[in-house]
């Protein structure tokens, strides 16, 4: 059974960087489209950023041009890139692999501070 595990979270000010990283703990077969998703407090969870098999890439207008979202297939590991933040991308952030049934990490948090 796979499992989706994500890291990299914390806290950082505004202008700030960081990296997540979702690392399966086995290879997912005919995977369509791996996803970062993000949930702020009282609100609904939101796609961030998504990457298909054949390696093309979506973003949600928020965070075009600062984010992005990358694979490692050697490695089992999908990445997300995040620059120059905002206090608005504080969020538990979670990763998403859709194949023959949709895979879920249990999230990790970004706090961004003005």
């Known amino acids: 059974q796979v499992q989706l595990v994500e890291s990299g979270g914390g806290l950082v000010q505004a202008g700030g960087s960081l990296r997540l990283s979702c690392a399966a703990s086995r290879r997912i077969f005919m995977i369509n489209v791996i996803g970062w998703y993000r949930q702020a407090p009282g609100q609904q969870r939101e796609l961030v950023a998504t990457?298909?098999?054949?390696?093309?890439?979506n973003y949600t207008d928020s965070v075009k041009g600062r984010f992005t979202i990358s694979v490692d297939n050697a490695k089992n590991t999908v990445y997300l890139q995040m620059n120059s933040l905002k206090p608005e991308d504080t969020a538990v952030y979670y990763c998403h692999a859709e194949s023959a049934y949709d895979y879920w990490g249990r999230g990790t948090q970004v706090t961004v501070s003005s």
């Open positions: 990457i298909s098999f054949r390696g093309s890439t």
